[in-house]
């Protein structure tokens, strides 16, 4: 069994990590021409007919590695294309003579429909919904008449100690993240 040798180690992952990111820098570069020249072969040959075979077998073949929204979203600003009901890029009424490769090609497709990542909080959730459940209860009392809210007192003051809970934790983790981001700072600053 060999043994571990930690320099030798940290040097392959190096390598490895600079090989990712050149083959993952050419095959978005390589995309980026694949789509200037779908535009490119469209205009030439004055046809639409293969635009959405073309970038849906570029999108498809790239995979779950890459934003396909951004791919796409290149492809309704140059090719005047549109995602249809089963999520296949087809064609638009945009003409292939009005297609602007030179504009095409400076405008990357990596660049647009930057991807959002899916964040929630549930303690501002929650104190949320505690604003949320006495503005009720207030406008419904101010309204008078047919107005009600269903809002149970009891419920509400759990829901008050939750949210208060919740005001806590936030700030806790909120001075954690300082404290964090404070310690990063000072391990670049001695690196």
């Given at each position: 069994?060999?043994?571990?040798?930690?320099?030798t180690a940290y040097a392959a992952l190096e390598t490895l990590i600079a090989d990712a990111v050149m083959h993952w820098t050419k095959a978005r570069d390589k995309s980026q021409e694949a789509?200037?020249?779908?535009c490119s072969y469209a205009k030439l040959a004055d046809t639409?007919?293969?635009l959405g075979p073309l970038v849906n077998s570029l999108i498809d073949g790239m995979g779950d590695g890459i934003n396909a929204n951004a791919m796409r979203q290149w492809a309704v600003d140059h090719l005047g294309m549109h995602l249809n009901a089963d999520n296949t890029m087809?064609?638009?009424?945009?003409?292939p003579e009005d297609f602007d490769t030179a504009s095409a090609s400076k405008i990357k497709w990596w660049t647009l429909a930057p991807q959002k990542p899916y964040v929630f909080d549930l303690n501002k959730a929650v104190q949320a919904l505690l604003?949320?459940?006495q503005g009720a209860a207030a406008k419904a009392e101010k309204k008078g008449g047919a107005s009600h809210a269903e809002v149970d007192p009891e419920t509400l003051v759990q829901l008050e100690q939750l949210a208060a809970l919740?005001?806590?934790r936030q700030g806790a983790s909120e001075v954690k993240a300082?404290?964090?981001?404070a310690?990063?700072?000072?391990?670049k600053a001695t690196a």
């Open positions: 069994m060999a043994r571990f040798n930690k320099k789509l200037v020249g779908i639409k007919e293969h087809v064609a638009g009424k945009k003409k604003v949320q459940a919740a005001k806590h300082k404290i964090d981001a310690e990063k700072q000072k391990a």
